[in-house]
């Protein structure tokens, strides 16, 4: 099975497309993509790709979330979500501690993004979720990322303690990918309830990296959104 899906992968290669993927994901020597290499596969051609090999063993998503090949891994963590999303709580479990296992070759911002969620967010959503603070402490960019934008699923429940927990110990990281996270996550709270975000951004505004309030108050209205940028006593009452 991993040999067809990986010429199934192979044959949707676009040389042209994964020179300019090269480039915006990062891969030059030093930088947080370094050593990744790019098929330039559309997100939609590695979803039905992926639907075709759900039953693909653990043993064998482990051989492609080992590869250089970006899209290997992404079809990867796409059949896991896949899994996951059919899974009884006995399998769930299961993808959840293999997911866990791996995470250090979750190691790109798109791949945290469509998996977190999904897999560690949903999972965890009703059970103790020590892991992801744990996650949110460690030196590792990838496992802080994912702390974070795991907590997605808990958002889209309306339950937003952790995502502010959690954007408390990641505010003053210094990697733009953090602030982006985060400040994207504040900026989803507040879609579902502005006052929250409001009211957690009084205390962090002044001081928080730039990057991550300008994500936060994306959406904000104009106006607003220069007041929460100029501070001082221009913040709009809540």
Same mark, same amino acid.
């Given at each position: ?6 010429k ?25 993509? *370094?050593?990744?290499f790019?098929?330039? #596969?559309? &997100?939609?051609q590695i979803? %039905? ?6 039953? #693909? ?7 492609? #979330?080992?590869?250089?090949?970006? *899209? ?17 709580e ?10 866990l296992?791996?995470? *250090? ?9 469509? &998996?977190?969620?999904n897999?560690?967010?949903?999972f ?16 590792n ?6 702390a ?12 937003? &303690? ?28 507040g @879609?579902r309830?502005?006052?929250?975000e ?19 108050? *994306? @959406? ?5 959104? @220069?007041?929460?940028l100029?501070?001082? %006593? ?5």
């Open positions: 099975m991993l040999p067809s899906l990986i199934d992968l192979q044959s949707k290669k676009n040389l042209k497309k994964a020179k300019v993927l090269q480039k915006f994901f990062k891969t030059g020597k030093g930088e947080y993509g *370094e050593g990744n790019f098929l330039g #596969l559309t &997100s939609k979803k %039905n790709i992926a639907k075709k090999y759900i039953g #693909l063993s653990l043993k064998k998503v482990s051989q492609l #979330l080992k590869s250089k090949v970006h *899209e290997y891994r992404v079809c990867a963590l796409r059949i896991l979500v896949l899994k996951h999303n059919k899974a009884d006995n399998e769930r479990a299961r993808i959840f501690n293999f997911y296992e791996n995470s *250090e070759k979750i190691n790109n911002w798109d791949l945290v993004d469509l &998996s977190a969620p897999i560690v967010g949903n965890l959503f009703d059970k103790e979720k020590d892991i992801l603070y744990k996650f949110a402490k460690s030196h960019l990838w496992k802080k990322r994912i974070i934008v795991s907590t997605y699923y808990f958002i889209k429940q309306n339950e937003f &303690s952790d995502t502010l927990k959690i954007s408390e110990i990641l505010m003053k990281d210094k990697h733009d990918l953090i602030h982006k996270a985060v400040g994207w996550m504040l900026r989803e709270v @879609k309830n502005p006052k929250i409001k009211n957690f951004l009084k205390g962090y505004y002044k001081t928080m990296p730039r990057t991550m309030l300008r994500y936060a108050i *994306e @959406k904000f209205p104009e106006v607003e959104r @220069k007041k929460w100029k501070g001082g %006593n221009l913040i709009p009452s809540i």
